[in-house]
């Protein structure tokens, strides 16, 4: 008869090579503080609103503004007198007719007349300083009077400004308003991070210290890193903070980050032989069924199930082989796995072997009935015909299976061991 039930001395080597199944983790007890930048009183006076608002107003980028001219070209006359008429005429033209209709009628820059006269956009760094002083005093559709420039007269419009848009210090208030509680706050935890980080401090310093600065502080006691209340980065932190230091910053999220404290740690250990033999067992007890579930499943040699013949081949207590007459689906003697198994076998007279949940299934179709299918129900037809596809798909596989030799290399789970073998 196979004996299943280990040795003591199999128990404890298989304790002993797989120790670290009964391994009780480092525990450590921490303190947590808290550092939220919404529970903070992070005040800002006006003053330093008013700062940071025109340190706003001097990053500003400078305005770029479109520019178009008339230009008076003098050597295109032949008298000064002429070329001062033509000056005069655009000059008074200007206080009644469009800009862009002057630049077609009176303008000699013939390179810049087919657009209204445009010379592009400038920072107040493009164009001569002549120009550019005029520029800078001209708002958006502004024209200038004359621009004397190298013997030459030019009229200037302002057609477009880019980025001109000022904010008020009412409208940018809110956005300065976050932004220096939100410097404020990263200083309060480089400030704090300066003073905690790497420094020894006893149980009451801790304690004494978030007092100090009203914050709160959580314990939490004899924790495990896979149950600490942090994600994995900062769980690797805390696991390297020596007793008695403060962890460095546990960056929570952008406006949150806490310190823990360390104030105890208890060493991983192991659990008692005494008090996990009795698991151990049952694990050999099941792999050993399960092997010998293997080695029956892989045998080629079981031809028959006779009583007398698999007593021989099968070293079990208890063994005996059922037998069933004239069943049909419905029969409550086998379980529903099994009666799909069997009645959607098309063999006859051959011994198969199918693994079940509940162990190694071996059995043979002796003889088939054609039955009557007046009284079954469409439903169950159905249903009937959906489980034979899905068999028959297990049949072919198994032939497969068997072909090319894969039943020496299947290992069956120990959830499929007998537990009454």
Same mark, same amino acid.
Request: cysteine-free.
């Given at each position: 008869?196979?004996? &299943?039930?280990?040795? $003591?001395?199999?128990?404890?080597?298989?304790?002993?090579?797989?120790?670290?199944n009964?391994a009780?983790p480092?525990?450590?007890? &921490?303190l947590?503080?808290?550092?939220?930048?919404?529970?903070l009183? =992070?005040e800002?006076?006006?003053t330093?609103?008013?700062?940071? /608002?025109n340190l706003?107003?001097?990053?500003?980028?400078?305005?770029?503004k479109r520019?178009?001219?008339i230009?008076?070209?003098?050597?295109?006359?032949?008298t000064d007198?002429?070329?001062?008429?033509?000056?005069?005429?655009?000059t008074?033209?200007l206080?009644v +007719?469009?800009f862009?209709d002057l630049?077609?009628?009176?303008?000699?820059d013939?390179?810049?007349?087919?657009?209204? @006269?445009?010379? @592009?956009f400038?920072?107040?760094?493009?164009?001569?300083?002549? #120009?550019?002083s005029?520029?800078?005093n001209?708002?958006a559709?502004?024209v200038?009077? +004359?621009v004397?420039?190298?013997?030459?007269?030019? #009229?200037?419009?302002?057609?477009?400004?880019?980025?001109s848009?000022?904010?008020?210090?009412?409208?940018?208030t809110?956005?300065?308003?976050?932004?220096?509680?939100?410097?404020?706050?990263?200083?309060?935890? +480089?400030?704090?991070s300066?003073?905690?980080?790497?420094?020894? #401090?006893?149980?009451?310093?801790?304690?004494? &210290?978030?007092?100090?600065?009203?914050?709160?502080l959580q314990?939490?006691v004899e =924790?495990?890193?896979?149950?600490?209340?942090?994600?994995?980065?900062?769980?690797?932190?805390? *696991?390297?903070?020596?007793v008695g230091?403060?962890?460095?910053?546990?960056?929570?999220? #952008?406006?949150? /980050?806490?310190?823990?404290?360390?104030?105890?740690?208890?060493?991983?250990t /192991?659990k008692?032989?005494?008090?996990?033999?009795s *698991?151990?067992?049952?694990i050999?007890?099941?792999?050993?069924?399960?092997d /010998?579930?293997?080695?029956?499943?892989?045998?080629s040699?079981?031809t028959s199930?006779?009583?007398?013949?698999?007593?021989e081949? &099968? %070293?079990?207590?208890n063994?005996?082989?059922?037998?069933?007459k004239a069943?049909?689906?419905?029969t409550s003697l086998?379980?529903?796995?099994?009666?799909?198994?069997v009645f959607?076998?098309?063999?006859?007279?051959?011994?198969?072997?199918?693994?079940t949940?509940?162990g190694?299934?071996l059995?043979?179709?002796?003889d088939?009935i054609?039955? $009557?299918y007046?009284?079954?129900?469409?439903?169950?037809?159905?249903a009937?015909?959906?489980?034979s596809k899905?068999?028959?798909?297990?049949?072919?596989?198994?032939?497969l299976r068997?072909?090319y030799?894969?039943?020496?290399?299947?290992?069956?789970?120990? %959830?499929?061991?007998n537990?009454?073998?």
């Amino acid at each position: 008869v196979t004996v &299943f039930v280990p040795t $003591d001395e199999e128990i404890e080597s298989f304790y002993n090579s797989n120790l670290n199944n009964y391994a009780i983790p480092e525990k450590r007890s &921490f303190l947590l503080l808290n550092l939220n930048k919404s529970k903070l009183k =992070l005040e800002v006076s006006d003053t330093e609103l008013e700062e940071a /608002y025109n340190l706003f107003l001097e990053n500003l980028p400078t305005p770029e503004k479109r520019v178009s001219h008339i230009m008076i070209i003098r050597d295109n006359y032949t008298t000064d007198l002429e070329y001062q008429e033509k000056v005069a005429t655009v000059t008074k033209e200007l206080e009644v +007719a469009e800009f862009s209709d002057l630049v077609k009628s009176y303008s000699d820059d013939l390179g810049t007349t087919d657009t209204d @006269g445009d010379l @592009g956009f400038t920072n107040g760094e493009v164009f001569p300083a002549e #120009f550019e002083s005029v520029i800078a005093n001209l708002n958006a559709n502004d024209v200038s009077s +004359a621009v004397s420039y190298e013997n030459n007269t030019h #009229f200037l419009k302002v057609t477009e400004i880019k980025g001109s848009g000022a904010t008020t210090l009412e409208e940018k208030t809110a956005e300065l308003l976050s932004e220096l509680q939100q410097i404020k706050f990263e200083d309060e935890v +480089a400030q704090i991070s300066s003073s905690l980080t790497f420094s020894s #401090f006893s149980l009451d310093e801790a304690k004494e &210290f978030a007092d100090s600065r009203k914050l709160q502080l959580q314990d939490y006691v004899e =924790l495990s890193i896979d149950e600490f209340p942090l994600n994995f980065e900062n769980s690797t932190i805390l *696991s390297a903070t020596e007793v008695g230091n403060w962890s460095s910053p546990l960056e929570l999220g #952008f406006e949150n /980050y806490s310190f823990a404290y360390v104030y105890d740690a208890k060493d991983k250990t /192991y659990k008692e032989f005494s008090d996990v033999m009795s *698991s151990v067992q049952d694990i050999i007890i099941e792999t050993k069924k399960t092997d /010998y579930l293997n080695e029956i499943y892989a045998s080629s040699d079981i031809t028959s199930l006779d009583q007398e013949s698999l007593s021989e081949m &099968f %070293q079990i207590n208890n063994f005996k082989v059922e037998k069933f007459k004239a069943i049909n689906r419905s029969t409550s003697l086998l379980s529903n796995d099994v009666v799909a198994q069997v009645f959607n076998d098309p063999d006859i007279g051959k011994v198969k072997k199918e693994i079940t949940p509940k162990g190694l299934l071996l059995y043979v179709v002796e003889d088939r009935i054609k039955g $009557d299918y007046s009284n079954v129900s469409e439903e169950d037809r159905l249903a009937i015909i959906e489980e034979s596809k899905r068999t028959n798909l297990q049949l072919v596989f198994n032939e497969l299976r068997a072909k090319y030799n894969f039943d020496e290399k299947i290992s069956v789970s120990n %959830q499929f061991a007998n537990q009454n073998l």
